[in-house]
């Protein structure tokens, strides 16, 4: 994730007061009114704290059932995602366990949400508290073609983040208001989808390329071929890049030693870390974090 000081000052607009260091653990992706948040590694500090506020809507998107922080109460249909909705300067906590569970935190603007929401209905939002709805898959394809946008930066870069903010807004407003809107995605592409967020959830695992086919219900060969054709890589060299991404935000945070950070990232030992860390950035591990601690 590329962030600079202007896209912290866009997540605090939608957020609240938070700090770089609450964000060590988070993915961001911001525009002007619509923000993309995904705890990578570890909690985010803010979410944490009692009964904090945020100036903006925001919708937890949850991979699962399991992969929650609050008790399930919708049967969650085939093809769709858990949402739970929380209204501006409603206060709540995430409670901080021995494991965190990774989701996309999804917040936009007041102005951005009602202005859309009062195309469906004059009376304003409620005030949500934690309140549950579904959201077809194909939401996904969106909010990673937001996060690409972000990433890329190529001219005409606000405007793209912009409209494709609209998008997932009034994807999640229909959801939200149980309209009903057929999905529209390629099978095998959202199969893929779905086995890179099990991966971005559970990179510390001792993995194979079986355990991922059975995954998607396909055979290991087809499932290769398959991976490979939507991101480019084989599925073990995906997982090392997710894995070194994970062990760069780690590094930089400094909270860790490089053996802590080599296990829990999945890596045999502590060799191997620093020969796939040094193979593919070119510098060693302990080089990497000296640099952020200076």
């Not at 929380?86 to 569970?101: G, L, R, S």
């Not at 780690?250 to 060799?271: D, H, K, Q, V, Y």
Request: charged share 25%; with cysteine; proline share 5%.
């Amino acid at each position: 994730m590329c962030a600079n000081n202007k896209d912290i000052l866009k997540a605090r607009a939608l957020v609240g007061p938070i700090t770089e260091d609450d964000l060590r653990y988070v993915d961001y992706y911001v525009s002007d009114n619509f923000g993309i948040f995904i705890p990578s590694v570890g909690f985010c500090q803010y979410a944490t704290q009692p009964r904090h506020t945020h100036p903006a809507y925001s919708f937890i998107l949850f991979f699962s059932g399991e992969q929650n922080i609050v008790p399930v109460e919708i049967e969650i249909k085939p093809e769709h995602y858990l949402v739970s909705a929380m209204a501006p300067e409603v206060p709540h906590e995430e409670e901080q366990t021995d494991t965190f569970t990774r989701y996309i935190a999804v917040m936009i603007s007041r102005e951005l949400y009602e202005t859309q929401y009062a195309a469906y209905d004059r009376n304003p939002p409620g005030q949500y508290l934690w309140d549950q709805f579904l959201v077809p898959h194909d939401i996904m394809l969106m909010l990673k073609k937001f996060m690409a946008e972000f990433e890329n930066r190529l001219p005409g870069n606000e405007q793209a983040l912009e409209a494709l903010a609209l998008i997932i807004t009034h994807q999640i407003i229909r959801g939200l208001l149980k309209i009903d809107v057929s999905p529209d995605f390629v099978p095998e592409r959202f199969e893929i989808g779905r086995v890179t967020d099990y991966l971005h959830q559970n990179y510390g695992e001792k993995l194979s390329v079986g355990r991922l086919a059975k995954t998607v219900n396909m055979s290991e060969s087809h499932f290769i071929r398959t991976f490979k054709k939507e991101t480019g890589m084989a599925p073990m060299e995906y997982l090392i890049r997710v894995r070194l991404d994970k062990a760069k935000k780690l590094l930089r945070a400094g909270a860790m030693s490089i053996t802590e950070i080599s296990l829990l990232c999945g890596f045999n030992s502590i060799s191997h870390f620093s020969s796939s860390f040094t193979k593919h950035e070119g510098i060693a591990p302990s080089e990497y974090q000296s640099s952020y601690s200076e």
